[in-house]
């Protein structure tokens, strides 16, 4: 079964500083993979995926992640932290379900992004 | 482009009371999702549908739980009677088919529900 994990609850950075998210997946066969962010009492955002290609995917907001297939991981970066960047973060990877069928998305427990000034 | 429109965006309702929710994807998108999402997790799914039929509702609490897309564009969640574990936000989604949008869900704003 697909999964993935993120193993930080809290990430805390500086303005200004870069930042780094991690995410690990567990997929058989080609990942797709994903990262929403979620604002407070808001709905998820979707910032960017991996589908194929190359490993560095550049998304919304000046974020960036970085696919390492030996390393099964999917970490989410941006060079310069900025105040409201401060959010859930979220990774996820898509289903495979039997049959060929278009799955749905497998979330990670999410990821408190905190951004000091 | 809208987006997914959802309703209410906050319930507060007695525990044995019944809710619904209301979802109105994004123009074209044949596949909606319905996902819960319980404070300090991440959504899980609990009914995907791809036009007017169900694709996956294996993670549906069906005793209580029921959701239907009878015209296959908008869909309706419903909680009867709801439990203090439903408390949670109700997260529609929806996707298309076609294109390089085709492997992205698009999220609504949530439907925020307290049972009490």
């Known amino acids: 079964a697909q999964s993935v994990a993120q193993p930080e609850d809290q990430v805390n950075v500086a303005e200004g500083n870069p930042l780094t998210v991690k995410c690990t997946y567990s997929?058989?066969?080609?990942?797709?993979l994903f990262w929403y962010v979620q604002y407070p009492n808001r709905g998820l955002q979707f910032l960017l995926k991996y589908i194929t290609g190359d490993n560095l995917v550049k998304g919304s907001y000046g974020f960036e992640a970085e696919f390492n297939k030996s390393q099964t991981s999917f970490h989410l970066k941006k060079p310069s932290a900025l105040v409201s960047d401060s959010a859930l973060y979220f990774c996820a990877v898509r289903d495979k379900p039997p049959g060929g069928s278009q799955g749905n998305l497998i979330f990670g427990k999410g990821t408190k992004l905190s951004v000091k000034p | 482009e809208a987006g997914v429109a959802q309703s209410p965006r906050y319930k507060i309702i007695e525990k044995r009371q019944s809710v619904a929710f209301w979802c109105n994807p994004i123009?074209?998108?044949?596949?909606l999702y319905w996902y819960q999402q319980i404070l300090g997790q991440g959504p899980k799914l609990l009914i995907q549908?791809?036009?007017?039929?169900?694709?996956?509702d294996s993670q549906l609490p069906k005793d209580r739980f029921s959701a239907e897309r009878l015209k296959g564009v908008d869909s309706t969640l419903k909680i009867q009677p709801a439990k203090l574990e439903d408390s949670a936000v109700y997260l529609c989604?929806?996707?298309?088919?076609?294109?390089?949008?085709?492997?992205?869900?698009?999220f609504g704003e949530g439907s925020w529900l307290t049972v009490v």
């Open positions: 549908f791809q036009n007017n039929g169900v694709v996956d």
């Open positions: 989604a929806s996707r298309t088919h076609q294109g390089s949008k085709g492997n992205t869900i698009y």
């Open positions: 997929v058989s066969g080609n990942p797709y």
């Open positions: 123009s074209g998108h044949a596949t």
